[in-house]
């Protein structure tokens, strides 16, 4: 339950008090208002006593009373209304709202932090630890708690209001004041016709109200001076005189108005009655009827109080009306009435008003010093301690008396108390069994009401355990007579008693009071009473922390006949929910809603507002979203209607940009209201910035940008180049393709270099892109944002007039920043005059988002200045779409219905609130006061004649987050992210803007297939445009022809087709020898340094100026191996002018590329044994075996493959002849058809090219065919250059040079392996037959085989490496370092080739006797004459560094067998050669052979060993003999 500022005894204690009356003369009521005040409102700041008053009790006991208060009223004789109280109620309640600008009071329970109200104070989490401790806090601190004014207001206003009952003399008067003036012509006159008035009010049958605690009542007599309007002589003559007639304790001489307003203006006086008369203006009712009563009315209400008994009828004197009829709660009865009793007319409404506007705006007290604030409380004091307590003790002695001598026991109550307690108990009766005896009425005289009035005597003045056994006694006898208003009021006080009793000697009776409160509810249906006693019984369970129970009893106390009695105690239940040690945050929220539901019934809109935002809190991001749907829609509406326009949206807004669960129905009605919200929100501002708007939802991070025109489609033959547009997804990997691509060609154009300001060209921002620059953007070149739009409703929402929201600061980038102070303009109004002209902007006439959709728009901008520009958000006017039901001209759809009741669902404000009927609103009616009235009182305006298509201008913002920092620590180990720009774009001046069309561009080709297409570029801009190149990864794949113009033909020059290659017809007789023709890599854009990728585009004069075009001959070849190929073009161009912002643009294309397979060629290069000692041009040459296969598949089409010419491509070695040549012109091969062609190759010998700077390559054709395809010409040179580069880039074999000088160790092994090296690069051209519908075609291409070194077979088709298989990691340590690399045995081999020269028949008679005395003869080997053969011995150097030879002629037989396979001959002369031959030396050794008979011989018996020169270390290897050496000696 919500803190109070006073304790719960103090408000006991101040709840029921002494009454005293007053009645005042007329002069003395005139000198009281020079103040603005009664006599009764100037005492009432200083009726609390300061000091402490001592009394005896009937036992002649003394008692202590302490912080005594008295309460000093006007007489009014007629009670009040209950419509004036509740009236009263909620003006007060309404009046008292919280403060505004004070730190909120955060509560921690558990997961919820709770803004209860104006103090702060905060509980660590988890709250089961801590929380008793701070609730204790709360509980006993006054600065820590959650107040709850108007509650406060509410229960004081009540307890003021309820009239004096019968059955309990609590606010029954025991005094009455009776106050002259010093001024009346006869002081003591009027104080007599006081007396009189008092006395007929009292003791008249007309009057039964107010009521009087005994017949007796207490007159006090008071004589008010006038200090600054009297004589003060006169007045003392008076008061003695007085002080005659009633006595010293019942008279009092009152002076005041000490102060002359006019001298003491500079001083302040403290204003005592504001903290009285300002809690509520609507209280001071009293004070403004006191204005309007007549003036003896005014005597009379302020004259009732003497000290003498009344026990006299005095004669009425005519000066003295009877007025005392109206209660001043019902002012405005009084005024229907239509007159009031009395002399003067009645006062008009709007008087009051002012009276009471006058009365508690003016100042108070401006007669009055300090020291006549002391002299009212030594007043006050004075009655108190002479007259009223004097009286009360008296009182209580009587009455004590009359009782034990009625009931005749001992004198003593206590006595009697101990008697009736210790003796027999009667059993008590439960309410279900009692009778409704609450119209049962005792007699004044009873004893029972004897008892009740000592009782309720002694509680007021403080005496609580005489108090409660007087009670209790009472409440036997109540029950006994079953007399249940009686009793119930005896159990009320009792408890109460109880419960203020010091030293806590009993424990409170809590049945008490829930038996007292059930039976004013259900027997007695005294409402008033009942809510009385649960506001005591809750402050006091609250104060013994019992929560649970207090916020039980205050939920039984709500009902349907008070919304706003209900509301408050639903309120406070909730504040005792989270005040238990354990808080119950959800019970407080739910009964928070309950509470504002009928703080709404009853037209208590703030509060209704607070307690669902309070509320809200629990609720809001927990799950529960049907609950926050309804809240925040409540909290719309009540913020609509108390005109808190932003929060009425904000709440909406809420409703709508959450997940909702509600059905489409009811998500259309929300809209609706949000709509009508909004757009009186825009007619309220009409010149304020665009609202913001919360629906369609917005992926900012998704947002993507384009910069330029959208691609051209196709046209028949002519395919646009794909370039980048919003219908491309975004890969990295292919980003990162294109990066590498334009930096390549950024590197060639800076002479091998990436400038350091480079920035990378992007067309198309998202959020993967580098974002951290200001992109830039071109001049008459639109800027295209794609906007991700989600509908979160399950409605479809329509946009009108969908653009963007932009900001522009011109400027001239050509011109210093300082110079250019050019103004800003924004789109955002739509009024700038400069908006058109400088930035055409696209807008959408309608885009529909259908429910729970994701949908896109596309945007544009088209810049016209340079700038820069400021891409903000998007601005549309948000609307419904109109339903079927609603086109047809029907206006209770569907939707309709359902959004009335739901808006009517929980009767937020029912007819008890006053509401007024509806009235249809009009979509173009603005919204007045009534308007809204109506809009509360629960009816929609979604019903009856709807709006349809109502819509509302706003924008929203288009908020990009970076990427997050991850760089350097700082950032790492931060949250930071850094910025993006995508939607700040550079606008630069004009730069040229090309377009590349591919004309008869193929998608499909075989591996290798030459095609000849034409490429158009179209420069669509107005400015010239130079240094065109392209880049590409394959550049294998294209040729844009020679530099020279002989070696690129114009046009198809063949017989038989129009061919893509340069042809001759040749003569048959001349096919198998070779044509040979030399061209250089320069030529076709080779050995340049450039890197292969880049390409320049041979334009016409290298421009290609505004709005011209030009076509250029592509040759292209398809890749080697078969599949799907997507191939990267980057065209790069440059403006003749230089730019500030732009130094280049480039345009992408990708081509799809589907290859087929056609021929696979596999090369062989072995050493030929022909070596002529006399001919050093034949001295090295080669044999080369292909193997050339149709792996073609069918499906292609293709008939057969036909080998028209092979030619070779190298700067040593060429193509000499065929060896096999076959009969047919050219070599047919059907599908899986294979064929074998033998070549000759030899080195070239061109002294001319070594002599030259420039690198030649010589090209040799053989051809098979009858047409020579000159392959050093394009195409052929192309790809054949482009191949030979690509594949030295993937695999670079350094180049060795040899200079004077021992040759390093590292170099050894590589001037042994180049010994067999071949650089030797074999083209095959074939055509192809293709049937493609019912039409023969005939395709042409050209493989590549590049034969690199001796017996190592090369292929055509990409070698595909095999995946190795994964194995353990091993971890070694080397013993010792790694030696260099030696060359093998096998290397070493090859260094010198062997060739014989030799008759291969010799005849020799060997029966003709020879020389008796020869060797042979003399041994017995033979009878007839020797054989001798001549032999030549050939040797040739194959490395290109000096080589020591040994040639052995001994024969190194390892058994008799090798000797026969040998033969039996020998050769004569030396056995042993050491020769050093020269890097490419032929040298000859003639040796003779000795035969001794006829037979077949082998030669190849000579061993010749071979190592470096000056390779000390490294020993003689022996060399191969390709082929044996045979020889034929016939006899004759």
């Not at 108390?417 to 003796?423: A, D, L, M, Q, V």
């Not at 789109?827 to 700038?832: Q, R």
Request: hydrophobic share 35%; glycine share 4%.
């Amino acid at each position: 339950m919500a803190q109070c500022v006073q304790s719960v005894q103090e408000f006991i204690q101040d709840t029921f008090v002494p009454m005293v009356a007053v009645l005042c003369s007329e002069a003395a009521d005139s000198s009281t208002r020079k103040n603005n005040l009664s006599f009764a409102e100037l005492v009432r700041p200083f009726c609390r006593l300061t000091s402490e008053v001592h009394m005896r009790d009937p036992n002649n006991q003394s008692h202590v009373i302490k912080n005594l208060r008295i309460s000093v009223t006007g007489i009014v004789t007629q009670p009040p209304q209950q419509t004036a109280i509740r009236k009263l109620l909620s003006e007060v309640v309404s009046a008292s709202q919280p403060a505004e600008g004070l730190v909120a009071n955060v509560i921690t329970a558990g997961d919820y932090d709770l803004n209860i109200s104006d103090r702060s104070v905060k509980a660590s989490v988890p709250w089961y630890n801590n929380w008793k401790d701070t609730l204790t806090q709360l509980s006993s601190s006054k600065f820590h708690a959650a107040t709850t004014p108007w509650f406060e207001a509410y229960r004081e206003c009540f307890f003021q209001s309820m009239s004096p009952s019968d059955h309990e003399f609590l606010h029954h008067y025991l005094a009455c004041m009776l106050v002259a003036s010093s001024r009346d012509p006869d002081p003591v006159d009027q104080f007599l016709k006081l007396s009189q008035e008092q006395h007929r009010i009292q003791h008249s049958s007309d009057y039964s109200y107010p009521k009087w605690f005994i017949p007796n009542t207490l007159k006090y007599y008071v004589l008010l001076h006038d200090v600054s309007d009297g004589e003060e002589q006169r007045a003392e003559s008076v008061y003695e005189e007085m002080k005659q007639r009633y006595g010293t304790q019942g008279c009092y001489l009152l002076k005041f108005n000490s102060r002359i307003p006019s001298s003491g203006a500079d001083e302040q006086i403290p204003d005592p009655w504001s903290q009285y008369l300002n809690r509520n203006n609507l209280q001071n009712q009293e004070t403004c009827e006191d204005d309007l009563v007549p003036p003896l009315n005014k005597n009379k209400e302020n004259s009732t109080n003497a000290l003498e008994l009344d026990g006299l009828d005095h004669p009425i004197n005519d000066g003295i009306p009877n007025n005392f009829k109206s209660h001043p709660f019902e002012e405005d009865d009084l005024v229907q009435s239509g007159e009031l009793d009395g002399p003067h007319p009645p006062k008009s409404v709007e008087i009051m008003n002012d009276s009471v506007k006058q009365n508690s705006s003016s100042a108070r007290g401006l007669s009055l010093t300090l020291t006549d604030h002391d002299r009212i409380r030594q007043f006050i004091q004075e009655f108190t301690f002479r007259g009223l307590l004097p009286h009360i003790e008296k009182t209580i002695r009587q009455l004590n008396d009359q009782l034990v001598s009625r009931k005749g026991l001992s004198r003593s109550l206590f006595t009697a108390t101990k008697k009736w307690f210790s003796g027999s108990k009667v059993p008590e009766k439960t309410i279900n069994e009692l009778k409704n005896a609450s119209s049962l009425l005792y007699p004044p005289e009873a004893p029972e009401l004897q008892i009740r009035k000592m009782a309720d005597l002694c509680f007021l003045v403080q005496h609580y355990d005489l108090a409660y056994n007087c009670y209790h006694t009472a409440k036997k006898d109540f029950l006994n007579d079953q007399a249940m208003l009686y009793a119930a009021g005896a159990l009320e006080m009792a408890a109460a008693s109880v419960f203020l009793q010091p030293g806590a000697q009993r424990q409170y009776p809590t049945h008490y009071m829930e038996t007292a409160i059930q039976t004013y509810k259900d027997l007695c249906k005294n409402l008033m009473l009942a809510e009385r006693c649960t506001l005591l019984s809750a402050e006091i369970l609250k104060s013994q922390a019992k929560y649970s129970e207090a916020a039980t009893l205050l939920i039984r106390m709500t009902s349907e006949d008070s919304d706003l009695r209900s509301a408050l105690l639903l309120e406070q239940a909730a504040h005792c929910f989270i005040n238990m040690r354990s808080p119950m945050v959800r019970k407080f929220a739910f009964h928070m809603i309950l509470a504002g539901h009928r703080f709404g019934k009853a037209d208590q809109r703030k509060h209704a507002l607070r307690c669902y935002s309070q509320a809200m809190q629990v609720y809001k991001g927990k799950g529960w979203n049907l609950a926050e749907d309804h809240i925040n829609f409540t909290i719309g509406r009540q913020s609509f209607t108390l005109r808190q326009l932003d929060n009425a949206v904000s709440a909406f807004r809420h409703i709508l940009i959450n997940d909702s669960k509600q059905t489409a129905a009811q998500q259309e009605a929300f809209l609706r209201e949000y709509l009508y919200v909004y757009k009186s929100v825009n007619q309220s501002s009409p010149d304020g910035p665009l609202p913001q708007l919360p629906l369609p939802c917005i992926n900012s991070s998704a947002t993507r940008v384009f910069f330029g025109h959208d691609r051209r489609p196709s046209e028949g033959e002519k395919q646009a180049a794909t370039h980048v547009s919003l219908d491309q997804e975004y890969e990295r990997e292919a980003s990162q393709q294109w990066k590498e691509l334009e930096e390549q060609v950024a590197a060639v154009v800076n002479k091998g270099t990436v400038p350091l300001n480079f920035q990378l060209t992007q067309y198309c921002l998202n959020s993967q892109t580098d974002n951290l620059r200001f992109p830039v953007a071109v001049v008459e070149e639109p800027v295209t944002v794609e906007v991700a739009f989600k509908n979160p409703l399950k409605v479809p929402l329509l946009l009108k007039d969908l653009s963007l929201l932009w900001k522009f600061n011109f400027r001239d980038f050509n011109k210093s920043l300082e110079g250019d102070t050019r103004d800003s303009i924004s789109n955002e109004k739509d009024v700038h005059p400069k908006a058109s002209h400088s930035i055409g902007t696209e807008v959408i006439s309608e885009f529909q988002i259908n429910g729970e959709e994701t949908k896109v728009a596309r945007l544009k901008l088209l810049p016209h200045q340079t700038g820069e520009l400021h891409i903000l958000g998007v601005v549309y006017n948000l609307s419904t779409v109109q339903s079927a039901s609603t086109q047809d001209g029907l206006d209770s759809s569907p939707v309709m219905q359902v959004a009335g009741s739901c808006l009517n669902a929980s009767n937020l404000y029912s007819g008890k609130s006053g509401s007024k009927p509806q009235i249809p609103h009009n979509q173009r009616h603005q919204p007045s006061s009534s308007d809204q009235l109506e809009y509360f009182h629960g009816l929609s305006w979604t019903e009856g004649k709807t709006p349809h298509g109502l819509s509302v201008r706003g924008r929203q913002y288009l908020e990009i987050q970076g990427l997050r920092l991850n760089n350097t620590k700082e950032e790492k180990t931060s949250v930071k992210y850094g910025s993006d720009r995508r939607l700040d774009p550079i606008i630069t001046e004009a730069m040229p803007l090309l377009e590349v069309f591919f004309i008869n561009f193929p998608t499909g080709l075989l591996c290798g297939e030459i095609r000849k297409t034409y490429v158009e570029f179209v420069n669509v801009s107005r400015c010239p445009l130079t240094g065109l190149k392209v880049v590409c990864k394959d550049p294998d794949f294209f040729s844009f022809g020679s530099k020279t113009a002989v070696l690129t033909p114009l046009s198809p020059t063949a017989s038989e087709n129009c061919s893509a290659y340069k042809t001759v017809v040749t003569d048959c007789a001349c096919m198998s020898s070779a044509l040979t023709s030399s061209v250089s890599p320069a030529d076709f854009g080779m050995g340049t340094g450039n890197p292969l990728w880049v390409t320049y585009v041979p334009l016409p004069d290298s421009v290609l100026l505004p709005e011209a075009s030009v076509q250029l001959p592509m040759w292209l070849r398809g890749p080697d191996e078969e599949g799907v190929h997507e191939i990267n073009f980057l065209f790069y161009y440059e403006s003749t002018k230089p730019h500030s912002k732009l130094s280049h643009r480039v345009l992408r294309h990708t081509a799809i590329i589907c290859t087929s397979r056609s021929l696979s060629v596999k090369a062989t290069a072995c050493r030929s044994n022909v070596l002529e000692a006399d001919e050093q041009s034949d001295s090295d040459n080669l044999l080369v075996f292909l193997d050339v296969a149709n792996i073609n598949t069918s499906e292609a089409g293709v008939r057969e493959f036909h080998i028209i010419q092979v030619s070779s491509g190298s700067e040593h070695w060429r193509l000499q002849k065929c060896i096999n040549p076959a009969e047919d012109k050219d070599a047919k091969l059907s599908s899986r058809e294979r064929a074998k062609l033998c070549f000759r190759a030899t080195r070239c010998q061109n002294p001319e090219a070594t002599l030259c700077t420039e690198r030649k390559y010589i090209f040799a054709d053989i051809v098979l065919g009858s047409e020579q395809i000159i392959s050093a010409t394009t195409p052929c040179a192309d790809f054949f250059f482009q191949n030979c580069y690509a594949a030295r880039s993937r695999k670079t074999i350094p180049q060795t040079t040899m200079g004077p000088g021992r040759p390093k160790t590292g170099d050894v092994t590589k001037l042994v392996q180049r010994c067999s090296e071949v650089d030797l690069n074999i083209i095959v051209l074939w055509k192809a037959y293709v049937v493609e519908d019912n039409k023969q075609l005939i395709l042409e291409g050209q493989l590549h085989v590049a034969l690199e070194s001796i017996g190592k077979e090369a292929c055509s088709l990409p070698q595909v490496q095999e995946t190795q298989e994964m194995v353990l990691l091993k971890f070694t340590r080397p013993e010792q370092p790694q030696l260099p690399a030696r060359p093998s045995m096998e290397q070493l081999s090859h260094l010198i080739k062997i060739s014989f020269h030799y008759p291969e028949y010799y005849d020799h008679p060997f029966h003709q006797k020879s020389c008796e005395n020869h060797p042979l003869h003399q041994a017995g080997r033979g009878e007839g004459s020797l054989c001798f053969v001549p032999v030549t011995l050939v040797l040739f150097n194959c490395c290109q560094i000096e080589v020591d030879i040994i040639i052995d002629l001994r024969h190194k037989a390892t058994s008799p067998e090798m000797l026969e396979v040998h033969g039996s001959f020998t050769w004569l002369g030396q056995t042993q050669y050491k020769i050093q031959l020269k890097g490419q030396e032929v040298y000859s050794v003639p040796l003779k052979a000795c035969f001794v008979h006829a037979g077949v011989y082998n030669l190849g018996t000579p061993r010749v060993f071979a190592k470096l020169a000056d390779q000390s270390v490294q020993c003689e290897t022996s060399q191969q003999n390709s082929t044996p050496a045979l020889i034929i000696i016939n006899s004759i």
